[in-house]
């Protein structure tokens, strides 16, 4: 009896994003991967964010390779406790988060994504990740991201920085569902989760899968960005929980030595 088809769950969490919801579904739309399910959850947006996730579904319902969407609106605390509500509905063996304004790279990327998965037989990565691009609001291509993925990902290379972009981690469900993010972070669960996530597969001797390609375009300004010296301090609390406060203190020294190098 053969296995099913490998199903991966991409997850958009949003609020009062009309402005930036169309690119995302539209990078989901052009998919050619038919085993996917968009979860969109929303955080009971007042502006026209709703119109165009209803407007996304009729046109699915007719799409030549329909997907399945399911959108949830209710009131949240936050984008990581949206983000947690996304891994209780998931229901594909991976999932991504894709959030408002970010795309998938190519039409073809979930095709490859579960390529790389099925390389390895019966027993799945429990992490796939790939490469990042810079794009600006128009989706025009700014720069590769500065940090990037090693070609063997462990969880201690996180002790480096976020090597490995939040919208280039595809996690399997059933360890993210075992792992939620940690609400006690506002600024960088996603740090401390992708750690997380890749301990317990150390720990369950399971691999991380370098998709070599690159996988997402992420929109030039997020969260962190606008709350860089809070994302920094919760960074430097997750790195010392996970990695001792001397591995951490050596790492920020290498910080600052490399940036006054490079200027």
């Known amino acids: 009896m053969s296995e099913p088809p ?5 997850a958009t969490v949003t609020y009062n994003a ?49 997907h399945e969407v399911n959108c949830l609106s209710e009131p949240d605390h936050g984008l990581y406790d949206a983000m947690n509500k996304a891994i209780d509905m998931a229901t594909g063996d991976y999932i991504v988060f894709l959030n ?17 998965a099925e390389r390895y037989g019966e027993t799945h990565p429990a992490v796939i990740y790939g490469h990042t691009d810079i794009v600006d609001g128009e989706g025009n291509f700014l720069r590769h991201r500065r ?30 569902k ?8 506002r600024f960088s669960a996603d740090f401390d989760w992708c ?44 790195m010392t929980h996970h990695y001792g406060i001397f591995i951490t203190l050596f790492q920020h020294l290498w910080f600052v030595v490399r940036n006054v190098v490079k200027k």
């Not at 490998?6 to 991409?10: D, E, H, R």
């Not at 119109?51 to 009729?58: C, I």
């Not at 408002?100 to 790389?116: C, P, Q, R, Y």
């Not at 969880?155 to 595809?170: D, E, I, N, P, T």
């Open 195 to 238: 750690i997380r996530i890749m301990r317990e597969a150390k720990r369950k001797k399971l691999p991380l899968a370098n998709a070599q390609i690159v996988v997402a375009d992420y929109l030039n300004e997020g969260m962190t960005t606008k709350n860089h010296k809070a994302s920094l301090r919760e960074r430097f609390n997750i």
């Open 147 to 176: 940090l990037s993925p090693p070609q063997r990902l462990t969880w201690r290379s996180f002790a480096s920085g976020m090597l490995v972009c939040h919208q280039a981690f595809y996690a399997r469900t059933d360890l993210a």
């Open 18 to 66: 009309a402005e930036l919801i169309e690119k995302t579904i539209a990078s989901v739309e052009k998919q050619d991967y038919p085993h996917v399910e968009h979860l969109i959850i929303d955080g009971n947006s007042q502006d026209k964010t709703l119109e165009a996730v209803h407007h996304y579904q009729e046109r699915n319902s007719i799409a030549g390779v329909p």
């Open 100 to 116: 408002a304004g970010d795309t998938f790279h190519e039409n073809t990327t979930l095709s490859k994504i579960a390529a790389a």
């Open 6 to 10: 490998l199903k991966i769950t991409v």
């Open 178 to 185: 075992a792992n939620p993010y940690n609400l006690k972070y």
